[in-house]
Nanobody, 115 residues
């Protein structure tokens, strides 16, 4: 499975961005997808996950109520709608796909939130 992210950029605090992750290859093997982020000098952390088959989602507490993960199965694309962005959300955001024989990462997209 190959993953390509897009949609990062520079935004002021309080603003919004939408990230996209397009999947290709053996997408039928994917059982869970997620967004991770890594800020400078910090570990990569899980932000949100979605199970494509059921739509069940999960979020880290720090983004609950501000970020929404979704997936368009027909387009094999996952999204992360980010609202009320804060400077501490600044990081490289990565999409991830997991399943039987699948563990793939995208190349990452930079999100910078200015105060």
């Amino acid at each position: 499975v190959q993953l390509v992210e897009s949609g990062g950029g520079l935004v002021q605090a309080g603003g919004s961005l939408r990230l996209s992750c397009a999947a290709s290859g053996s997408t039928s093997s994917i059982s869970v997808m997620g967004w991770y982020r890594q800020a400078p000098g910090k570990r990569r952390e899980l932000v949100a996950t979605i199970i494509p088959g059921t739509g069940v989602t999960n979020y880290v507490d720090s983004v609950m109520g501000r970020f929404t993960i979704s997936r368009d199965n027909a387009k094999n694309t996952m999204y992360l709608q980010m609202n009320s962005l804060r400077p501490e959300d600044t990081a490289v955001y990565y999409c991830n796909a997991g399943g039987i024989g699948v563990w793939s990462w995208g190349q990452g997209t930079q999100v910078t939130v200015s105060s």
